[in-house]
């Protein structure tokens, strides 16, 4: 059944879609909206995509890097902090998502904002097990700022343009069925 409503789903995607862009039409909204089952209902489809922020953020010692770098990609990035719980408890999901999907069209950024050390986030890293995704810091919370991040965790989805399409507060299980049918959904529209 699953299969049958992603190739329904993916005609509806070529047709709906915007030419030349990877904007979301309000059908394949509507669509990948119906995909949202358990804690993914709280995953919001935003009407207009919203613009994502500029500002640099990095791995101390290396170089600062922006979510510019990622355009070309879908982007499941992820706020969180070492201190904060369901942060924990979602990562090796948001982990799992990386490992299916990751790759030249999508990828799952993680950016700890606030005050967490490298040693923390390592020790974080290393406790749960995570070895697959970036360690990326933003220690004054620059870019949590210019995205309105109110609370953590907080996770938005970028499209291929790099402008916010979803957004969802609090944890989820992003290797859920239905949090890979929404990505699967996404991978499927049309390359802008």
Not at 59 to 78: C, M, T
Not at 80 to 91: F, Y
Not at 102 to 127: H, K, M, Y
């Amino acid at each position: 059944m699953r299969r049958v409503l992603l190739a329904v789903l993916y005609t509806a995607l070529v047709a709906t879609a915007n030419a030349g862009a990877a904007e979301i039409a309000p059908e394949t909204r509507a669509q990948l909206e119906a995909l949202r089952e358990g804690g993914m209902k709280k995953l919001m489809f935003h009407a207009q995509p919203q613009p994502a922020s500029q500002t640099a953020f990095g791995v101390p010692g290396q170089p600062e890097v922006s979510l510019a770098d990622y355009r070309g990609k879908w982007v499941v990035l992820n706020f969180w902090a070492t201190w904060c719980a369901p942060c924990r408890k979602e990562m090796p999901m948001l982990s799992a998502l990386e490992a299916a999907y990751g790759g030249e069209r999508f990828a799952v950024v993680t950016l700890a904002t606030t005050r967490n050390s490298p040693q923390g986030i390592a020790r974080f890293f290393d406790d749960i097990g995570v070895e697959n995704l970036p360690r990326y810091q933003d220690p004054d919370s620059a870019v949590a700022r210019d995205m309105s991040v109110l609370g953590l965790p907080l996770t938005v989805v970028l499209d291929p343009e790099g402008r916010e399409v979803a957004r969802m507060r609090g944890d989820a299980d992003w290797d859920s069925p239905s949090a890979r049918a929404i990505v699967e959904a996404l991978l499927a529209l049309p390359a802008g």
